[in-house]
């Protein structure tokens, strides 16, 4: 894993696979999970937790990828932040901004009768 991740996923699809295999086999798997994730490259101490982290291992690999391309980009939108000029983020091309006006006519209409009376008056019914 990277040196500034300390966090992963770990996701609930899981339970269908630990939930057939004993307590025991179960904490075996999460301390094999746990070694790997702190980069201490655990050796799985049977076949059962060898299969079982498979699938989990490919899972850790793609959500690091995901996160290490985050990461890359937020760095660089930083560094394009740190280093423009207040100027540099007004737009150039201004020929497609937007200017919105609203007229908003308010009627005070203080209780539900008067409201279906108006509304009665508008509609025709």
Same mark, same amino acid.
């Given at each position: 894993?990277?040196? #500034?991740?300390?966090?992963?996923?770990?996701?609930? @699809?899981? /339970? !269908?696979? /630990? @939930? !057939? /295999?004993?307590? #025991?086999?179960?904490?075996?798997?999460?301390?094999?999970?746990?070694?790997?994730?702190? &980069?201490?490259?655990? @050796?799985?101490? &049977?076949?059962?937790? %060898?299969?079982?982290?498979?699938?989990?291992?490919?899972?850790?690999? %793609?959500?690091?990828?995901? =996160? !290490?391309?985050?990461?890359?980009?937020?760095?660089?939108? *930083?560094?394009? %932040? =740190?280093? *423009?000029? *207040?100027? &540099? %983020?007004?737009?150039?091309?201004?020929?497609? *901004?937007? $200017?919105? $006006?609203?007229?908003? $006519?308010?009627? @005070?209409?203080?209780?539900?009768? !008067?409201? &279906?009376?108006?509304?009665?008056?508008?509609?025709?019914?």
């Amino acid at each position: 894993m990277a040196k #500034e991740k300390n966090s992963f996923l770990l996701y609930t @699809e899981l /339970i !269908e696979t /630990i @939930e !057939e /295999i004993t307590n #025991e086999q179960a904490g075996v798997l999460f301390k094999h999970i746990l070694r790997y994730v702190n &980069d201490q490259n655990p @050796e799985a101490p &049977d076949d059962l937790t %060898r299969l079982l982290f498979i699938p989990i291992k490919q899972n850790l690999k %793609r959500d690091l990828q995901k =996160w !290490e391309s985050i990461r890359q980009r937020n760095s660089a939108n *930083a560094r394009k %932040r =740190w280093h *423009a000029s *207040a100027s &540099d %983020r007004i737009p150039k091309n201004t020929k497609n *901004a937007v $200017n919105v $006006n609203a007229n908003v $006519n308010v009627n @005070e209409i203080n209780t539900l009768d !008067e409201f &279906d009376l108006k509304m009665k008056q508008k509609y025709g019914q």
